[in-house]
DNA sequence: ATTGCCGCTTGACATTTATCAAGCGGCTGG
DNA sequence: CCAGCCGCTTGATAAATGTCAAGCGGCAAT
C-alpha cells in the first residue's frame, strides 16, 4: 500500500489524529483490492471479517428477502462502510456490491477492536462515527415510512441539487433502476414519478436533471432537516 | 433514588460491571421521574439532554413529517433510549411519548460521554450497544422496504409467540393502532390483514391472538434472521 | 454499418394500501 | 343504568404502487 493511499484514509476523521504507531497495527493484515464492476464482495449472513473503506469508485448495499432484493444505500469515496458489524463482530447484515470498478481497503475487523481497546480517542471517535451511523439509518427509516415514493424522489432532488453546487440541477451520479430501488419502487414507479414532477419545473435529459422551479418543488417536497442528510 | 432503583439500572448490560464511583458520576444530576400515559417527553428536534432509562412502564419513538406520524420503535421496561443522540451531542431525531405511566430515569447525556472518557471498559460497553441499535434499525428498515403489511404482520406475530414462550399464541402489548403504526399501515389495514391471516389459523380475539397453524404461517411470513428480532 | 443487448419508458392492468364514512360494542363517568 | 366516548371493524371507493408486455434508442461488439 502506497504512502500516498495511507493519506487518502488517514484523511477521514474516524482516523484522522491517530497515533502512527496506532494505524501501522490497524492496517497489519489489510491489504487495498481493486475490484471490477458488479462483484458481490461479501452477504448479509457472511461473519464479518473486515472493515471496508472505499478508496475509489462506488458500491452498493442491499439486501434480500421473500425473493425482493432492495438497495440500502450507496456507498461514495471515500468512506468506511460496515462499521457497525465489524465492531460488534456477528454478520455483515447487508450484502455489498461494487457498482463500477473500486478500489477498497479492507482491515481485519480484529484490528479495529484491538486498536481501540488501546487508543481512547480512537474509541471516542468510533462512537461518534458510529452514531451518526445510526442516524444516518433512522432517516432512511423516516424517509421511507413517512413519504410517498413522489416525495422521496423530490426530496432526493433537491438534496443532490445542494451537494452539487445549488446551480438548479444535477447529474444522477447512478443508473435509474439503482435509484429506484435505493428509494424503494419499481424502475417503471421512478419513471413515472419523474413525470409527476415535471409540472414542478423538473427536466430530464438522461442523467441530467434541471430543476427549473425550486420553490414549488419544495413545497411539493417538504423537505425536513432531521429526514434529509446535509 | 433507592438502592433497588439503582440495582434494576446496573442490571443493564451498558452499565454492568462499571466501577460503583464511576456509576454515581454518571448518576450525578440524574433523576428518577414518574409520568402519566400519553406524555410527550421530548420532540426530534430538541437538544439531547438526557439519556433515558425506562424503568417501567412504555414509551414510543416516534416521528413526524409532511403531516404524517409514524410510530419508529416501542420501548419496553428496563431499557436505555436515545443512546445515539446522547453521544452525538445533537438533536434527538426521533420524538417520544409514553402510552403507559412510565418511570425513566434521566441522565444527562454529558454525564455518559464524561464517563466514557475516564472508563474505557464503559466505552467499550457502549460500542457495543450502539452497534446492536443500529442493526436493529438496519433490520426495521429491511422489514419495511422488502415485505407486505400482510408479511410484516405474520412475522411479528411469530417473533412475538416466541418471546411470550412458544405457546401457538400471544397477547398484543399494544394497542392495535399502536401496533398498526409501527408496522407502517393505517388501523384499517391493520384489520384487514388479521382477517387475510385467518386462514393462516391466526384467530383473534381482541388483544389476545392463537396461532394455530405455524407452518402455514411461517411459509407465508418467511422469517429471516438478519430482519426480525430475537 | 449492422446487430443485438440493455436500460429506460409507456400502456394496460392488477394489487396493495389509504381514505372516508358508518356502525358496533365495550368501558367509563355521571 | 345510561350516555357518550373511543377503539375497532367493515364497506365503498380512491390513490399509490407493482406487474407484465411492448417498444424505443443508445451503445458496444463484430
Redesign the pocket.
Known sequence: MRESEKEIVRSLPLFSGMAPDHFEIMLKGSFLQKFPATVVLFSEQDHTDFLHVLVDGQVELFANANN?EGTMTLIKPVATFVLASALADGAYQLSARTLQTSQILMIPAENIREVMALDSDFAQKTIVELAECYHGVVRAYKNIKL??????LANYLLVQNRRQGDNDGLV?P???????SML?????????????LKPYGVV?D??EISLNNLSDLETLAKPSAHIDAN
Open positions: 425482493r413519504r410517498t415514493a413522489v416525495e422521496r444522477l447512478v443508473e435509474k433502476r439503482t435509484l429506484a424503494g419502487m419499481t424502475p417503471e414507479n421512478l419513471s413515472r414519478a419523474f413525470n409527476t430530464i438522461g442523467a
